[in-house]
């Protein structure tokens, strides 16, 4: 498993720990459009996050999570476990 992968099923499991609810690990392929890595659903809240080990989203990526924030996500980069929980606790990254 990648790094990246590794990362981002480390915080699909602290945030199904955290939250409850349902978060889902986005597989891209090459034949459908750029989604983000990590979707969920708590309480009726839609979150959409792009996982990174290092550095920002790509402008594809900011152009994907700007389209599930116009739709009502609460959405966000992540870089790590406490910052994914930071945005579905709050709402926000600081």
Do not use: N
Not at 30 to 35: K, N
Not at 40 to 58: D, S
């Amino acid at each position: 498993m990648q790094p990246e992968a590794r990362l981002t099923r480390s915080i699909r499991l602290a945030l199904e720990s955290e939250f409850g609810g349902i978060w889902i690990k986005i597989h891209g392929h090459p034949s459908q459009r750029a989604l983000v890595d990590l979707i969920g659903c708590v309480e009726g809240q839609f979150y959409a996050l792009e996982v990174k080990r290092e550095g920002p989203a790509t402008e594809k990526q900011l152009a994907q999570l700007a389209q599930f924030a116009k739709a009502g996500a609460i959405v966000g980069t992540v870089h790590s476990k406490s910052e994914a929980i930071q945005l579905v606790a709050t709402g926000e990254l600081k």
